[in-house]
């Protein structure tokens, strides 16, 4: 089974980037282009929200608030899903989540996907 390992949260200052990776393990190359990867994020006491995913052509769909300053991308050769986040805000601070799965479009909708890693936290200050 596909493990997923988040990296690369922290603390930030508003106005601040960060870049999120996520490494997958326990798959080969040709199963895991074939994924659908997405990440998402989730406050304590709220529903998990969709950031991006990116499908297995490349092409990646994003929840239209964040458009603009967050940017999904992979790299397979690495088995690496990256999150580059800019422009930070203190509303931007959760637990962020990669997932992976096959869903029959590659949106980034969180009941599309039951396998996920740990997580990441991302806190920015105002």
């Known amino acids: 089974q596909v493990q997923l390992q988040e990296s690369g949260g922290g603390s930030v200052q508003a106005g601040g980037s960060l870049r999120l990776s996520c490494a997958a393990s326990g798959i080969d190359l040709r199963d895991y282009r074939s994924l659908c990867l997405a990440w998402f994020r989730q406050v304590p006491g709220k529903e998990r929200e969709g950031i991006a995913a990116?499908?297995?052509?490349?092409?990646?769909r994003s929840t239209d608030s964040l458009k603009g300053r967050f940017t999904i991308s992979r790299d397979n050769a690495k088995y690496i899903l990256y999150l580059e986040m800019n422009h930070l805000r203190p509303v931007d601070t959760a637990m962020y989540y990669c997932?992976?799965?096959?869903?029959?479009?590659?949106?980034?909708?969180?009941?599309?996907?039951?396998?996920r890693g740990p997580g990441t936290q991302v806190t920015v200050a105002s």
């Open positions: 990116i499908d297995t052509d490349g092409s990646a």
């Open positions: 997932a992976e799965d096959r869903p029959i479009h590659c949106n980034p909708q969180p009941e599309s996907f039951d396998h």
